[in-house]
Nanobody, 124 residues
């Protein structure tokens, strides 16, 4: 059972940057598809970015493409999300997630492991 823990959230002004990290324990993530999801108040949790096990495939939500970068370090069992040019609409709780399989999928129900979530607040 892989356990995931996010770090790096916080409060930032619009236009600023944050780097989220996700540390995995109790199991390697090298064979897992990894992703970031987010949930804003009053909204459903939704896909933000995903990366295949080999890093050969990346997918992004249209509204974050070009501003966010997902990366993983399988040797260190970590996942990262570099968030630049942040906007107030990026304010949400961000979750790290992992799924067994080869494909990056967009549905949260298809991910087997989840972190507790971390708050990102972007002020205008």
């Amino acid at each position: 059972q892989v356990q995931l823990a996010e770090s790096g959230g916080g409060l930032v002004q619009a236009g600023g940057s944050l780097r989220l990290s996700c540390a995995a324990s109790s199991g390697p993530i090298g064979s897992l598809v990894m992703g970031w999801f987010r949930q804003a108040p009053g909204k459903n949790r939704g896909f933000v970015a995903g990366i295949s096990s080999s890093c050969g495939s990346l997918k992004y939500l249209d509204s974050v493409r070009g501003r966010f970068t997902i990366a993983r370090d399988n040797a260190k069992n970590t996942l990262h999300l570099q968030m630049d040019s942040l906007k107030p609409e990026d304010t949400a709780t961000y979750y790290c997630a992992a799924r067994a399989g080869l494909s990056i999928t967009f549905g949260g129900l298809e991910y087997h492991y989840w972190g507790q979530g971390i708050q990102v607040t972007v002020s205008s």
